[in-house]
Protein backbone atom coordinates (compact mmCIF):
# COMPACT_ATOMS: atom_id res chain seq x y z
CA UNK A 1 0.00 0.00 0.00
CA UNK A 2 0.96 3.76 -0.42
CA UNK A 3 -0.40 6.86 0.72
CA UNK A 4 -1.95 6.80 -2.71
CA UNK A 5 -4.27 3.79 -2.11
CA UNK A 6 -7.72 5.07 -0.71
CA UNK A 7 -7.50 5.48 2.95
CA UNK A 8 -10.88 3.71 3.57
CA UNK A 9 -8.96 0.45 2.48
CA UNK A 10 -5.99 1.82 4.75
CA UNK A 11 -7.91 2.44 7.58
CA UNK A 12 -9.73 -1.01 7.38
CA UNK A 13 -6.14 -2.87 6.60
CA UNK A 14 -5.11 -1.10 10.11
CA UNK A 15 -7.97 -1.77 12.36
CA UNK A 16 -7.22 -5.71 11.32
CA UNK A 17 -3.46 -5.08 11.88
CA UNK A 18 -4.08 -3.65 15.40
CA UNK A 19 -6.75 -6.81 15.94
CA UNK A 20 -3.47 -9.15 15.02
CA UNK A 21 -1.44 -8.21 17.88
CA UNK A 22 -1.40 -7.14 21.52
CA UNK A 23 0.75 -4.02 21.04
CA UNK A 24 1.71 -2.72 17.38
CA UNK A 25 3.52 0.42 17.18
CA UNK A 26 3.30 3.57 14.76
CA UNK A 27 6.46 2.53 13.16
CA UNK A 28 5.30 -1.12 12.46
CA UNK A 29 1.87 0.67 10.60
CA UNK A 30 3.80 3.04 8.50
CA UNK A 31 6.37 0.49 7.29
CA UNK A 32 3.33 -2.02 6.58
CA UNK A 33 1.53 0.55 4.59
CA UNK A 34 4.13 2.57 3.12
CA UNK A 35 3.24 5.82 4.45
CA UNK A 36 4.51 8.47 6.90
CA UNK A 37 4.19 8.46 10.85
CA UNK A 38 2.23 11.66 10.66
CA UNK A 39 -0.16 9.38 8.39
CA UNK A 40 -0.48 6.85 11.09
CA UNK A 41 -1.13 9.81 13.67
CA UNK A 42 -4.15 11.10 11.79
CA UNK A 43 -5.65 7.69 10.74
CA UNK A 44 -5.24 6.80 14.42
CA UNK A 45 -7.63 10.02 15.49
CA UNK A 46 -9.27 8.81 12.31
CA UNK A 47 -10.06 5.57 13.82
CA UNK A 48 -10.88 6.76 17.55
CA UNK A 49 -13.66 9.63 15.68
CA UNK A 50 -15.35 6.88 14.22
CA UNK A 51 -15.91 5.10 17.57
CA UNK A 52 -13.21 2.41 17.69
CA UNK A 53 -11.61 1.91 21.08
CA UNK A 54 -7.95 2.20 20.81
CA UNK A 55 -5.38 2.45 23.57
CA UNK A 56 -2.29 4.51 23.04
CA UNK A 57 0.55 3.80 25.50
CA UNK A 58 3.10 6.48 24.89
CA UNK A 59 6.39 5.60 23.73
CA UNK A 60 4.96 2.08 23.12
CA UNK A 61 2.26 1.74 20.48
CA UNK A 62 -1.26 1.10 20.34
CA UNK A 63 -3.78 -1.82 20.89
CA UNK A 64 -7.46 -2.65 20.80
CA UNK A 65 -9.66 -2.43 24.43
CA UNK A 66 -10.20 -5.76 25.49
CA UNK A 67 -13.49 -7.19 24.37
CA UNK A 68 -13.69 -5.24 21.46
CA UNK A 69 -14.18 -7.32 18.40
CA UNK A 70 -14.52 -6.91 15.25
CA UNK A 71 -16.80 -8.52 12.26
CA UNK A 72 -15.18 -11.32 10.13
CA UNK A 73 -12.06 -10.55 8.19
CA UNK A 74 -12.71 -11.52 4.36
CA UNK A 75 -9.76 -12.71 2.44
CA UNK A 76 -8.57 -11.36 -1.03
CA UNK A 77 -8.71 -14.70 -3.59
CA UNK A 78 -4.49 -14.04 -3.37
CA UNK A 79 -4.56 -14.44 0.23
CA UNK A 80 -6.97 -17.53 0.54
CA UNK A 81 -4.33 -19.04 -2.09
CA UNK A 82 -1.97 -18.22 -0.08
CA UNK A 83 -3.63 -20.11 3.01
CA UNK A 84 -3.90 -23.30 0.90
CA UNK A 85 -0.03 -23.39 -0.39
CA UNK A 86 0.94 -22.84 3.07
CA UNK A 87 -1.44 -25.88 4.16
CA UNK A 88 0.06 -28.20 1.70
CA UNK A 89 3.94 -27.31 3.17
CA UNK A 90 2.63 -27.61 6.79
CA UNK A 91 1.31 -30.63 6.12
CA UNK A 92 4.92 -32.21 5.06
CA UNK A 93 6.66 -30.74 8.10
CA UNK A 94 7.55 -33.69 10.68
CA UNK A 95 6.33 -32.67 13.80
CA UNK A 96 2.81 -34.16 13.71
CA UNK A 97 1.41 -31.29 16.56
CA UNK A 98 2.12 -28.73 14.28
CA UNK A 99 0.10 -30.25 11.00
CA UNK A 100 -2.51 -31.39 13.11
CA UNK A 101 -3.19 -28.26 14.49
CA UNK A 102 -2.81 -25.91 11.25
CA UNK A 103 -4.94 -28.85 9.79
CA UNK A 104 -7.76 -27.69 12.53
CA UNK A 105 -7.20 -24.34 11.87
CA UNK A 106 -7.52 -23.88 8.06
CA UNK A 107 -10.86 -25.97 8.25
CA UNK A 108 -12.23 -22.75 10.46
CA UNK A 109 -10.47 -20.75 7.54
CA UNK A 110 -11.96 -22.06 5.09
CA UNK A 111 -15.49 -21.49 6.51
CA UNK A 112 -15.35 -17.97 6.18
CA UNK A 113 -14.43 -18.38 2.74
CA UNK A 114 -16.78 -16.85 -0.32
CA UNK A 115 -18.43 -19.87 -1.93
CA UNK A 116 -16.63 -19.02 -5.20
CA UNK A 117 -13.08 -18.82 -3.09
CA UNK A 118 -13.95 -22.17 -1.75
CA UNK A 119 -14.02 -23.89 -5.22
CA UNK A 120 -10.65 -22.52 -6.56
CA UNK A 121 -9.16 -23.34 -3.31
CA UNK A 122 -10.50 -26.75 -3.55
CA UNK A 123 -8.83 -26.88 -7.56
CA UNK A 124 -5.86 -25.58 -6.48
CA UNK A 125 -5.01 -27.83 -3.75
CA UNK A 126 -5.80 -30.65 -6.13
CA UNK A 127 -3.16 -29.22 -8.30
CA UNK A 128 -0.35 -28.34 -5.63
CA UNK A 129 2.44 -31.11 -4.77
CA UNK A 130 4.94 -30.67 -2.23
CA UNK A 131 8.08 -32.95 -2.88
CA UNK A 132 9.77 -32.91 0.53
CA UNK A 133 8.46 -35.60 2.60
CA UNK A 134 6.53 -37.85 0.37
CA UNK A 135 6.31 -40.39 2.57
CA UNK A 136 4.95 -37.65 5.32
CA UNK A 137 6.82 -39.20 8.01
CA UNK A 138 6.57 -37.41 11.18
CA UNK A 139 9.63 -37.75 13.54
CA UNK A 140 8.18 -35.37 16.48
CA UNK A 141 5.20 -34.41 18.33
CA UNK A 142 6.09 -31.95 20.94
CA UNK A 143 6.46 -28.39 19.10
CA UNK A 144 2.70 -27.03 19.40
CA UNK A 145 3.39 -27.53 23.57
CA UNK A 146 6.70 -26.43 23.61
CA UNK A 147 5.66 -23.22 21.83
CA UNK A 148 3.30 -22.97 25.05
CA UNK A 149 5.72 -23.79 27.71
CA UNK A 150 8.02 -20.79 25.88
CA UNK A 151 4.75 -18.29 26.38
CA UNK A 152 4.14 -19.74 29.82
CA UNK A 153 7.82 -20.07 31.07
CA UNK A 154 6.91 -23.59 32.19
CA UNK A 155 9.93 -26.32 33.39
CA UNK A 156 10.01 -28.71 31.09
CA UNK A 157 11.16 -32.66 31.90
CA UNK A 158 12.55 -34.57 29.21
CA UNK A 159 14.03 -37.65 28.26
CA UNK A 160 16.22 -36.66 25.78
CA UNK A 161 18.57 -39.58 23.32
CA UNK A 162 21.75 -37.80 22.01
CA UNK A 163 22.75 -38.22 18.20
CA UNK A 164 25.40 -40.53 20.12
CA UNK A 165 22.58 -42.57 21.64
CA UNK A 166 23.24 -41.91 25.23
CA UNK A 167 19.83 -41.25 26.87
CA UNK A 168 19.96 -38.64 29.85
CA UNK A 169 16.89 -36.53 31.81
CA UNK A 170 17.04 -33.42 32.20
CA UNK A 171 14.71 -30.31 33.52
CA UNK A 172 15.16 -27.34 31.09
CA UNK A 173 13.40 -23.99 30.93
CA UNK A 174 12.14 -23.86 27.17
CA UNK A 175 13.38 -20.55 25.45
CA UNK A 176 13.17 -20.78 21.70
CA UNK A 177 12.59 -22.94 18.74
CA UNK A 178 14.10 -23.31 15.26
CA UNK A 179 13.96 -25.82 12.22
CA UNK A 180 16.38 -26.78 9.29
CA UNK A 181 16.19 -29.87 6.94
CA UNK A 182 12.94 -30.67 8.26
CA UNK A 183 13.79 -31.16 11.97
CA UNK A 184 12.64 -28.91 15.03
CA UNK A 185 15.60 -27.62 17.38
CA UNK A 186 14.68 -26.36 21.07
CA UNK A 187 16.95 -24.25 22.55
CA UNK A 188 16.41 -24.35 26.20
CA UNK A 189 18.37 -23.63 29.79
CA UNK A 190 19.37 -27.21 31.30
CA UNK A 191 19.53 -26.73 34.43
CA UNK A 192 21.20 -29.73 35.00
CA UNK A 193 24.22 -28.11 32.43
CA UNK A 194 23.38 -24.67 33.68
CA UNK A 195 23.61 -23.45 30.37
CA UNK A 196 21.69 -23.01 26.94
CA UNK A 197 21.79 -26.17 25.34
CA UNK A 198 20.29 -27.33 21.90
CA UNK A 199 17.89 -30.61 21.37
CA UNK A 200 16.46 -31.65 18.44
CA UNK A 201 12.55 -32.50 19.41
CA UNK A 202 13.06 -36.11 17.51
CA UNK A 203 15.19 -36.86 19.88
CA UNK A 204 12.86 -36.00 22.83
CA UNK A 205 11.45 -39.34 24.06
CA UNK A 206 9.37 -38.31 26.64
CA UNK A 207 8.49 -34.99 27.55
CA UNK A 208 6.45 -33.94 31.27
CA UNK A 209 5.25 -30.34 31.66
CA UNK A 210 6.34 -29.10 35.06
CA UNK A 211 3.79 -27.51 37.26
CA UNK A 212 6.37 -24.71 37.63
CA UNK A 213 7.01 -21.44 36.21
CA UNK A 214 11.15 -20.08 35.41
CA UNK A 215 11.81 -16.70 35.91
CA UNK A 216 12.02 -15.03 32.22
CA UNK A 217 15.14 -14.56 30.76
CA UNK A 218 16.52 -11.54 29.93
CA UNK A 219 18.51 -12.33 27.14
CA UNK A 220 17.27 -12.05 23.36
CA UNK A 221 16.84 -14.84 20.52
CA UNK A 222 19.71 -12.49 18.83
CA UNK A 223 21.89 -12.14 21.63
CA UNK A 224 22.09 -15.67 22.18
CA UNK A 225 23.19 -16.41 18.80
CA UNK A 226 25.88 -13.51 19.10
CA UNK A 227 26.83 -15.21 22.45
CA UNK A 228 26.73 -18.95 21.15
CA UNK A 229 29.16 -17.40 18.07
CA UNK A 230 31.63 -16.30 20.84
CA UNK A 231 31.45 -19.46 22.99
CA UNK A 232 32.44 -21.68 20.07
CA UNK A 233 35.61 -19.82 19.84
CA UNK A 234 35.98 -19.70 23.17
CA UNK A 235 37.42 -22.79 24.26
CA UNK A 236 40.32 -24.48 25.55
CA UNK A 237 42.72 -25.40 22.96
CA UNK A 238 44.43 -28.90 22.86
CA UNK A 239 47.96 -28.95 22.77
CA UNK A 240 48.71 -29.67 18.50
CA UNK A 241 50.84 -32.72 19.40
CA UNK A 242 49.75 -34.52 22.14
CA UNK A 243 47.67 -37.06 20.09
CA UNK A 244 48.41 -39.38 17.08
CA UNK A 245 46.56 -37.56 15.01
CA UNK A 246 47.03 -34.39 15.48
CA UNK A 247 50.03 -31.79 14.34
CA UNK A 248 53.79 -32.97 14.62
CA UNK A 249 55.51 -28.98 14.99
CA UNK A 250 54.15 -26.30 16.90
CA UNK A 251 54.65 -22.55 15.71
CA UNK A 252 57.48 -20.72 17.13
CA UNK A 253 57.42 -17.28 15.74
CA UNK A 254 54.59 -15.01 14.34
CA UNK A 255 56.01 -15.94 10.83
CA UNK A 256 56.01 -17.91 7.93
CA UNK A 257 56.92 -21.67 8.37
CA UNK A 258 57.19 -25.06 7.34
CA UNK A 259 55.41 -27.84 9.19
CA UNK A 260 54.69 -31.59 8.52
CA UNK A 261 50.96 -32.58 9.48
CA UNK A 262 49.90 -35.92 10.64
CA UNK A 263 46.92 -37.35 9.03
CA UNK A 264 43.68 -36.32 10.68
CA UNK A 265 39.94 -36.97 10.24
CA UNK A 266 37.09 -34.04 10.13
CA UNK A 267 33.10 -34.09 10.41
CA UNK A 268 31.13 -31.03 9.60
CA UNK A 269 29.37 -29.17 7.00
CA UNK A 270 30.36 -28.12 3.58
CA UNK A 271 29.55 -26.17 0.34
CA UNK A 272 30.77 -26.54 -3.17
CA UNK A 273 31.72 -22.36 -3.78
CA UNK A 274 34.42 -20.23 -5.98
CA UNK A 275 36.21 -17.46 -5.15
CA UNK A 276 35.19 -15.60 -8.33
CA UNK A 277 33.04 -12.59 -7.86
CA UNK A 278 33.20 -12.78 -4.08
CA UNK A 279 30.47 -15.44 -3.87
CA UNK A 280 33.25 -17.91 -1.93
CA UNK A 281 32.61 -14.80 0.80
CA UNK A 282 29.18 -15.01 1.13
CA UNK A 283 28.50 -18.75 0.67
CA UNK A 284 31.14 -19.24 3.46
CA UNK A 285 29.49 -16.93 5.95
CA UNK A 286 26.16 -18.67 5.44
CA UNK A 287 28.12 -21.81 5.96
CA UNK A 288 29.47 -20.41 9.47
CA UNK A 289 26.48 -18.67 10.56
CA UNK A 290 24.49 -22.52 9.98
CA UNK A 291 26.77 -23.48 11.67
CA UNK A 292 26.85 -21.41 14.93
CA UNK A 293 23.38 -20.75 15.13
CA UNK A 294 22.30 -24.23 14.65
CA UNK A 295 24.94 -25.31 17.88
CA UNK A 296 26.85 -27.81 15.29
CA UNK A 297 29.97 -28.05 17.44
CA UNK A 298 27.81 -29.91 20.28
CA UNK A 299 26.27 -32.56 17.49
CA UNK A 300 29.96 -33.39 16.01
CA UNK A 301 30.56 -37.09 17.90
CA UNK A 302 33.87 -38.07 19.16
CA UNK A 303 35.71 -34.85 19.08
CA UNK A 304 39.54 -34.73 19.32
CA UNK A 305 39.03 -31.19 20.28
CA UNK A 306 36.75 -28.47 20.56
CA UNK A 307 38.51 -26.31 17.59
CA UNK A 308 36.67 -25.19 15.00
CA UNK A 309 38.03 -25.94 11.54
CA UNK A 310 37.36 -24.28 7.72
CA UNK A 311 38.78 -26.60 5.28
CA UNK A 312 39.47 -26.03 1.75
CA UNK A 313 39.61 -28.89 -0.37
CA UNK A 314 38.53 -31.00 -3.53
CA UNK A 315 39.83 -28.15 -5.39
CA UNK A 316 39.45 -28.15 -9.49
CA UNK A 317 42.16 -26.13 -10.47
CA UNK A 318 43.83 -22.89 -8.70
CA UNK A 319 42.19 -20.77 -5.85
CA UNK A 320 39.75 -19.12 -8.76
CA UNK A 321 38.28 -22.52 -9.33
CA UNK A 322 35.74 -23.77 -7.32
CA UNK A 323 36.55 -26.31 -4.17
CA UNK A 324 34.57 -27.42 -1.43
CA UNK A 325 34.76 -25.74 2.18
CA UNK A 326 34.15 -27.95 5.10
CA UNK A 327 33.51 -26.82 8.33
CA UNK A 328 33.71 -28.80 11.43
CA UNK A 329 35.92 -30.40 13.92
CA UNK A 330 38.60 -32.96 14.26
CA UNK A 331 37.48 -36.36 15.47
CA UNK A 332 39.22 -39.47 16.48
CA UNK A 333 37.29 -41.15 14.24
CA UNK A 334 34.56 -41.81 11.32
CA UNK A 335 32.38 -44.09 12.79
CA UNK A 336 29.42 -41.85 13.67
CA UNK A 337 28.29 -39.05 11.06
CA UNK A 338 25.57 -37.53 11.85
CA UNK A 339 22.91 -36.60 9.41
CA UNK A 340 23.51 -33.54 7.18
CA UNK A 341 27.18 -33.76 7.76
CA UNK A 342 30.13 -35.01 5.78
CA UNK A 343 33.44 -36.97 7.42
CA UNK A 344 36.89 -36.58 5.75
CA UNK A 345 40.08 -38.03 6.10
CA UNK A 346 43.05 -36.05 5.33
CA UNK A 347 46.38 -37.56 4.90
CA UNK A 348 48.67 -33.98 5.97
CA UNK A 349 52.09 -33.92 4.48
CA UNK A 350 53.91 -30.33 3.86
CA UNK A 351 52.00 -27.02 4.62
CA UNK A 352 53.30 -23.95 5.41
CA UNK A 353 51.87 -22.17 8.52
CA UNK A 354 50.78 -18.55 8.62
CA UNK A 355 49.43 -16.85 11.36
CA UNK A 356 46.66 -14.38 10.58
CA UNK A 357 46.43 -11.29 13.71
CA UNK A 358 43.39 -9.06 13.97
CA UNK A 359 39.28 -8.21 13.98
CA UNK A 360 37.83 -11.12 12.85
CA UNK A 361 34.47 -9.37 11.89
CA UNK A 362 36.62 -6.84 10.32
CA UNK A 363 37.48 -9.68 7.70
CA UNK A 364 41.26 -10.20 8.70
CA UNK A 365 41.34 -13.72 7.41
CA UNK A 366 40.19 -13.00 4.00
CA UNK A 367 42.57 -10.06 3.71
CA UNK A 368 45.29 -12.15 4.68
CA UNK A 369 44.43 -15.17 2.08
CA UNK A 370 44.72 -12.03 -0.66
CA UNK A 371 48.28 -11.79 0.56
CA UNK A 372 48.85 -15.86 0.67
CA UNK A 373 47.13 -15.78 -3.18
CA UNK A 374 50.00 -13.01 -4.23
CA UNK A 375 52.82 -15.31 -2.74
CA UNK A 376 55.00 -17.29 -5.29
CA UNK A 377 53.97 -20.42 -3.21
CA UNK A 378 54.34 -24.04 -5.02
CA UNK A 379 51.03 -25.18 -3.41
CA UNK A 380 49.53 -29.10 -4.20
CA UNK A 381 46.06 -27.72 -4.14
CA UNK A 382 45.30 -30.69 -1.68
CA UNK A 383 43.94 -29.68 1.48
CA UNK A 384 44.19 -26.19 3.21
CA UNK A 385 42.64 -25.15 6.38
CA UNK A 386 42.01 -22.41 9.32
CA UNK A 387 41.94 -23.47 12.91
CA UNK A 388 39.77 -21.16 14.95
CA UNK A 389 41.34 -22.31 18.77
CA UNK A 390 41.51 -19.93 21.98
CA UNK A 391 43.52 -17.44 20.50
CA UNK A 392 40.61 -16.51 18.29
CA UNK A 393 38.08 -15.92 21.46
CA UNK A 394 38.31 -12.22 21.13
CA UNK A 395 37.05 -12.01 17.30
CA UNK A 396 38.56 -8.06 17.88
CA UNK A 397 41.82 -8.96 18.77
CA UNK A 398 42.23 -12.78 17.20
CA UNK A 399 44.95 -15.09 15.63
CA UNK A 400 44.12 -17.85 13.78
CA UNK A 401 46.37 -20.09 12.00
CA UNK A 402 45.97 -20.89 8.02
CA UNK A 403 48.29 -24.10 7.02
CA UNK A 404 48.70 -24.18 3.13
CA UNK A 405 49.57 -27.67 1.42
CA UNK A 406 52.38 -27.09 -0.58
CA UNK A 407 54.67 -29.51 -2.77
CA UNK A 408 58.01 -31.14 -1.29
Not at 178 to 190: R, V
Not at 255 to 275: E, K, L, P
Not at 308 to 336: A, E
Request: glycine content about 6%.
Amino acid sequence: MSENKPRLARLAAILTQLQSKRLVTARAIADKHEVSIRTVYRDIRTLEKSGVPILTQEGKGYSLMEGYQLPPVLFTEAEAMALITAEQIIRQNKDKSLAENYENAIIKIKSTLKHSQKTKTEFLSSRLQIRNNQQEEKTSQYLIRLQSTIANFQVVKIDYLSLQNQRTQRRIEPFALYTTKGNWILIAFCQVKKAFRAFRLDRIQYLQVIDHQFKPHEITLEQYLEQCRASCLDTPDTGLSQEPFTFAVHHKNNTMQNVNVSAFQVIGISIITSNENGQAAQDIGRLWQRFLSEGLLQQIPNKASTNIYSIYTDYTGDHLKPYRTILGCQVSNLDQIPQGMIGRSFTGGNYLQIPAKGNIEQGMVGNKWFEIWGMDLNRSYSADFEIYGEKARNPKDAEVDIFIAVNS
